[in-house]
């Protein structure tokens, strides 16, 4: 690491410290200001709480807010955007089985995940730019989600460096890691991450291919829009890996290792041979290539070839508390949720992405009372209809 790029993560490090003791509000914004990037004009700045009814209307409440350019690269999806829609239809065909009589009258939605004790089985997804939404980007997701007591997985391709990300809340986090061609500059990554106190490595591998979005192509949203935090100039990203690479990373970084993209049996018992402390079943969102099932309908396999050695977390398509219990009903520790707390960033800053995040939880303790289950090791494959 050069020593102006070690001055200057000190230096924003150093301001995000400061401006926390003067509140969440104004350490997010500092740290946006540190790192000299937000998502350029007409990026949203306002820290409010929102109303939220449900998740999914909140993608046409954030197109009245952002600019167009901006929504069309979050909200798009690769090729036809089949597998996005797929993913939220999919779990209406896994119906619940309410266990009625069952005496409870007290939920408990805490879990631990690797080692991070968590108000409810909920991450948020690593999604890159941030920037993009409002003008304190991941700093203020970090303080938004650790608000609710639950954990942040941060992306490479972040608008503020790692270490301001951290710095930004004491939540516990995971850096997702998109493979540089360059393993030294991997290695610089995953070391940064581990001395900047992330609790484990998301290794991505599934976007080497895939169609681009055509929202964003259409809106004329440029890739040179995008601030990268993380990085003083570009950097290639390795589009041949190979479990050798996880093997790299492991090694390197001596942190819990979870494989994200994760949709057949084969990879779940490469990857169990390979002493990877879990997966992530993605499709990213449907970012990735557009046809790839969605990630409820493959989660029952892979949890049954995992045989119980793999942490397991789902996301792409969670909306709804219910999709939370149906996706810990099949197998899964947790579940990753995107888009939804994206658009709370842009409507409402750190306060936005708390209020996302609580609906979230409130929705998942009021179906858990509804269907008889007091606590998480209650849900089994009882509480579901297979489709």
Known sequence: MSANRRDFLTATATVMTAAGAAGAAGAATAAADAAGGEGGPGVPSVVQPIRVFNLRELEERAKAVLPLGNWSFIAGASGDEWTKAENEAAFHRVTLAPHFLGGVREVDTSTTLLGSKLAAPIIVCPMGNQGLAHTTAEAGMAIG??????????????????????????????????????????????????????????????????????????????????????????????????WDDVAFVQKTSGLPVLVKGVLTERTVKQAVAAGVAGIQVSNHGGRGVDGSPATITVLPRLVQAADGKLTIVLDSGVRRGKDILRALALGAHAVGVGRPVYWGLGLGGSEGVKSVLAKLRFELQDVMMAMGAAKLSDIDSSFVNHA
Request: hydrophobic share 40%; charged share 20%; glycine share 10%.
């Open 145 to 242: 989600t650790a608000a609710e007591g639950l954990l942040m997985a941060c992306s490479t391709q972040s608008t503020l460096p790692m270490e301001a990300i951290m710095a930004a809340s004491t939540g516990p986090k995971w850096f997702q890691l998109y493979m540089p061609e360059d393993r030294g500059i991997a290695a610089e990554l995953v070391t940064r991450a581990k001395a900047a106190g992330f609790k484990a490595i998301l290794f991505t591998v599934d976007t080497q291919g895939g169609s681009p979005s055509e929202r964003s192509l259409k809106a004329g949203f440029k890739p040179s829009n995008k601030p990268h935090g993380n990085f003083t100039k570009a950097v290639t990203t390795n589009r041949g890996l190979s």
